[in-house]
T-cell receptor
Framework: GAVVSQHPSRVICKSGTSVKIECRSL??????MFWYRQFPKQSLMLMAT?????????EQGVEKDKFLINHASLTLSTLTVTSAHPEDSSFYIC?????????FGPGTRLTVL | GQSLEQPSEVTAVEGAIVQINCTYQ??????LSWYQQHDGGAPTFLSY????GLEETGRFSSFLSRSDSYGYLLLQELQMKDSASYFC???????????FGSGTRLSIRP
């Protein structure tokens, strides 16, 4: 099956700093990847669609200048949380679609102090 | 916009059968998919229905009625390891983008 990896799995940072999260498709090419955020005991909220070689498409209410997405290759998408604040603390998950279904990275737990 | 409704919690007995329902309202529809998520983990894809009817994958089956904007996930021969959250998700205007429902927490008791 399709494998998606994420790095780092866990990150703790100080308020005001920026954090970059990488999402890689290991055994397939993904022209499109999706970024989700999940708060404790809640559902996954789609933040944006990452498009290889072009600008990301953000969902309503998601600040594109705060959550920078880059999809420079067919196997790598990055999400950078800029000027992170405690309210950005969450579980960030990337996903890609293949013929067999949708596959998710293991997630990155971000804690902003 | 899109909205999906699921029961927030369901409890069942080990070895039994449980059905988790999902109703949806979307501006466009390509299909309904189901995911399992254990605490602290990422979602795992279970099944996908694009057309009306039942799809069976081992102990799990999923059903879709497009005319009723309704689907369900059926879990048979429940095992303790099936205790998890289950999400339905719709593919709206784009076939590859998915929007998640609120999730159903399934608890299995011996």
């Amino acid at each position: 099956g399709a494998v998606v990896s994420q790095h780092p799995s866990r990150v703790i940072c100080k308020s005001g700093t920026s954090v970059k999260i990488e999402c890689r498709s290991l055994d397939f090419q993904a022209t499109t990847m999706f970024w989700y955020r999940q708060f404790p005991k809640q559902s996954l909220m789609l933040m944006a669609t990452s498009n290889e070689g072009s600008k990301a498409t953000y969902e309503q209410g998601v600040e594109k200048d705060k959550f920078l997405i880059n999809h420079a290759s067919l196997t790598l998408s990055t999400l950078t949380v800029t000027s992170a604040h405690p309210e950005d603390s969450s579980f960030y998950i990337c996903s890609a679609n293949q013929q067999q279904g949708w596959f998710f990275g293991p997630g990155t737990r971000l804690t902003v102090l | 916009g899109q909205s999906l409704e699921q029961p927030s919690e369901v409890t069942a007995v080990e070895g039994a059968i449980v059905q988790i329902n999902c109703t949806y309202q979307t501006s466009g529809f390509y299909g309904l998919s189901w995911y399992q998520q254990h605490d602290g983990g990422a979602p795992t894809f279970l099944s996908y229905n694009a057309l009306d009817g039942l799809e069976e994958t081992g102990r799990f089956s999923s059903f879709l009625s497009r005319s009723d904007s309704y689907g369900y996930l059926l879990l048979q021969e429940l095992q303790m390891k099936d205790s998890a959250s289950y999400f339905c998700a719709v593919s709206p205007g784009s076939a590859s983008k998915i929007i998640f429902g609120s999730g159903t927490r399934l608890s299995i008791r011996p």
